[in-house]
């Protein structure tokens, strides 16, 4: 048996059961050992029967009587008995659970441990859990693990699954941590630690067990990362391209119609002097949406290319492309730089003109797509290559760039996460953060819009856009080829054109338009000739049109909360004070509580927070795309294991990088790579 054991071959069970495990991403027994509890039952505490209470669970030790079987009024089944102690007896009552009858026999010594009512002037247990009573209790007398379950799989099986098999613990996943780092940082053996966190012997055991686990993981995911940078810098030193600065950069950014945040003066100081070190810049720009980065990454650029080096742009989808496209030729006029567009819709006879001149060196900036890696595009002489929306693309993606010969690198997220967090996720690169908007921006006003408030919302749109301003609608298509769900969004863009607003020109876009439609449709858009523009998330990144003041987000409840903040983060770029309206398909209280943080909240790491608590990390839409990594015990808002777990990191790298002398943590590391969800 070892840890790729399939669970199939553990016991026997139902292919249904094993279809199950599979949902819940548990196939083999390496899964099944690491599929933790979520949380536990204390039933630690025993009392006796005289000491009952109804305002606890009550865990009892004693002997089962008068077991009876029953039909309630309502024709339901239930089981009655008397429980006794050597302080007194009570009554039992189970619900629902005929199979009881089975299982218990009068005389059976058990321990039960449930809720207890008061009615009639008696006491009476309801539905209490139950286990005979043996020397080491799995379900009740303890802290009790329960599971993340899954219809007609529970905690109960899965305990009694679980427990037979942690006795292979210690033999398959034996210590790997250098001792050093154990002792340092207290830290209980490995193995100890995964059975602990199944079944705790106490509170404190469970807490060291939870802590040794939770630093693993982000001391792993910590070492990977300043492995990486290590490989980085040490293949390419020596290799930079040293690119001073230039004068005219400075003229350039003094000509802005504004001056930058003190923010973006330090990103941009950051990243230039990056340029001119001996090895090549790795560097990530985050910032909220809206808080300024393309002028710095632009500015940059132009410093690059003023050098005699061409730069390299890419972005997430055509339209991004196509903007910045347009953004920088306007930044950059008059200096004889030549920019190429290079997207999947580029014509081949074009696109191999482009692919020339870039290898010649005729044209300076390319800006594109997935195009730009998937082609074979070769550059003269390449000094920067920078990716906007960074988490768009997978870590294979962007280290293509990087084979261009060695050029620097500079990514962009909008992706709001605390420090501390970027450092662990993207801790191969050096960070540069944006927490700044630029002055005079009005906050979004943000409403939760019940039905019922819907023809008013129209009302009032369909009179802010008489008076000038523009609206987006987003659907959700959270899957662009759901073809049923593309109906939808076509029907209500025919409702709004025909039915709400026929006055008015809608317009619609979404991800299976062809790009040349989407192309046409956004320069409609931002030419005001198209006033409501309706959208699936295609419109998600990067879209800068001032004029646009209401987001109308339908079924908002599917979105992720940061995701929803790159929704609204589309409006509120100009002066006219804008409003985000958010409707529901559902209107389920659970939904309204996490929608309301959207009302209450304008800042994008807030919220990211927040989904982070809510939704927990990883499953959900919003973060999987922010490439935060599925942690099973560690919290990406633990500030202080990640901190600690750096210090450790730091000090094997800085001791030895390529972990010669640490063979085990070699092997775990190459195993980490399933981690990071976008690899
Ligand atoms: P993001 O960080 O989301 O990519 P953008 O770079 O698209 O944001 O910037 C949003 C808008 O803010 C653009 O219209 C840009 O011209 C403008 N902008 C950028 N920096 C400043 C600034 N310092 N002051 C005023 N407006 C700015
Ligand atoms: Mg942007």
């Known amino acids: 048996m070892d840890i790729s054991t399939p669970v199939s071959k553990l016991f026997s069970t139902t292919k249904a059961?094993?279809?199950?495990?599979?949902?819940?991403?548990?196939?083999?027994?390496?899964?099944?050992?690491?599929?933790?509890?979520?949380?536990?039952?204390?039933?630690?505490?025993?009392?006796?029967?005289?000491?009952?209470?109804t305002d606890r669970v009550n865990t009892l030790s004693g002997t089962i009587s008068q077991i009876v079987e029953l039909k309630s009024r309502f024709g339901k089944k239930l089981l009655k008995a008397k429980f006794t102690d050597d302080t007194g007896s009570v009554d039992?009552?189970?619900?629902?659970?005929?199979?009881?009858?089975?299982?218990?026999?009068?005389?059976?010594?058990?321990?039960?441990?449930?809720?207890?009512?008061?009615?009639?002037?008696?006491?009476?247990?309801?539905?209490p859990e139950y286990e005979p009573l043996q020397q080491k209790q799995l379900h009740t007398a303890r802290l009790v693990p329960v599971y993340h379950e899954t219809e007609g799989l529970s905690s109960k099986w899965l305990r009694e699954k679980i427990h037979p098999l942690l006795k292979t613990v210690p033999r398959l996943f034996p210590e790997y941590l250098p001792d050093e780092i154990i002792k340092q940082h207290s830290l209980i053996p490995y193995a100890e630690a995964i059975v602990e966190t199944h079944f705790p012997a106490d509170p404190k055991k469970l807490e060291q067990a939870k802590f040794r686990l939770a630093f693993d993981e982000l001391f792993l995911l910590q070492l990977k990362a300043l492995q990486a940078k290590w490989h980085w810098q040490q293949s390419s030193t020596g290799q930079s391209k040293k690119i001073p600065l230039h004068q005219e950069t400075q003229k350039l950014q003094q000509k802005l119609p504004f001056t930058l945040t003190n923010a973006q003066q330090v990103a941009l100081t950051e990243i230039l002097s990056d340029l001119?070190?001996?090895?090549?810049?790795?560097?990530?720009?985050?910032?909220?949406?809206?808080?300024?980065?393309?002028i710095v990454a632009g500015l940059a650029i132009y410093n690059v290319l003023l050098n005699g080096y061409q730069a390299a742009l890419m972005a997430p989808t055509e339209i991004l492309a196509e903007q910045h496209f347009h953004s920088l030729s306007r930044l950059f006029e008059g200096r004889g730089l030549l920019l190429a567009l290079i997207t999947g819709s580029t014509p081949i006879t074009e696109k191999k003109k482009l692919q020339e001149h870039l290898a010649n060196g005729k044209l300076h900036l390319a800006i594109g797509t997935h195009a730009l890696i998937q082609e074979q595009i070769s550059f003269q002489n390449l000094g920067l290559a920078v990716v906007d929306e960074q988490?768009?693309?997978?870590?294979?993606?962007?280290?293509?760039l990087k084979t261009h010969g060695t050029p620097h690198l500079l990514s962009l997220s909008a992706t709001p996460i605390p420090r501390t967090l970027a450092m662990t996720i993207y801790g191969d690169q050096d960070l540069s953060i944006i927490d700044e908007m630029p002055k005079g921006r009005l906050p979004i006003v943000t409403r939760i819009v019940p039905e019922n408030k819907r023809h008013d919302a129209y009302l009032w749109i369909e009179d802010r856009v008489k008076s000038g301003r523009q609206a987006f609608v987003i659907c959700p298509l959270i899957d662009e080829s759901d073809t049923l769900e593309l109906k939808s969004v076509?029907?209500?863009?025919?409702?709004?054109q025909n039915e709400i607003f026929p006055h008015l020109k809608i317009g619609l876009l979404h991800g299976r338009m062809k790009a040349t439609e989407k192309d046409e449709i956004m320069s409609k858009f931002k030419a005001n000739e198209i006033q409501i523009l309706v959208s699936t998330s295609v419109i998600e990144v990067g879209i800068d049109i001032p004029n646009a003041t209401i987001m109308m987000i339908e079924g908002?409840?599917?979105?992720?909360?940061?995701?929803?903040?790159?929704?609204?983060?589309?409006?509120?770029?100009?002066?006219?004070?804008?409003?985000?309206?958010?409707?529901?398909?559902?209107?389920?209280?659970?939904?309204?509580?996490?929608?309301?943080?959207?009302?209450?909240?304008?800042?994008?790491?807030?919220?990211?927070?927040?989904?982070?608590e809510m939704r927990g990390p990883g499953q959900l839409l919003g973060i999987r795309q922010s490439g935060i990594p599925d942690l099973k015990m560690a919290s990406l808002s633990d500030s202080k294991t990640i901190a600690l777990a750096r210090d450790a990191a730091n000090y094997i790298i800085n001791k030895d990088p390529q972990l010669t002398e640490f063979p085990k943590l070699r092997e775990k590391i190459s195993q980490l790579q399933k981690i990071y969800l976008n690899d």
């Open 276 to 294: 001119n070190r001996e090895f090549p810049m790795s560097r990530l720009l985050q910032g909220d949406v809206g808080s300024g980065k393309t």
């Open 556 to 612: 908002a409840e599917r979105f992720g909360l940061s995701q929803l903040h790159q929704f609204r983060g589309r409006v509120g770029r100009g002066e006219h004070q804008s409003y985000c309206f958010l409707f529901m398909q559902n209107e389920s209280d659970t939904a309204k509580q996490r929608l309301r943080a959207m009302v209450s909240h304008n800042s994008g790491f807030k919220l990211s927070e927040i989904d982070l």
């Open 391 to 400: 988490h768009r693309f997978g870590v294979e993606q962007r280290s293509l």
């Open 17 to 53: 059961h094993l279809n199950r495990l599979h949902s819940l991403g548990v196939d083999s027994l390496g899964d099944l050992i690491n599929y933790f509890p979520r949380t536990y039952n204390d039933q630690s505490e025993m009392v006796h029967i005289c000491d009952i209470r």
């Open 490 to 496: 076509l029907s209500e863009y025919d409702r709004l």
């Open 92 to 127: 039992v009552i189970w619900f629902n659970q005929p199979f009881l009858k089975k299982l218990l026999y009068n005389g059976q010594k058990l321990i039960l441990s449930g809720k207890a009512k008061f009615e009639l002037g008696k006491v009476t247990l309801v539905s």
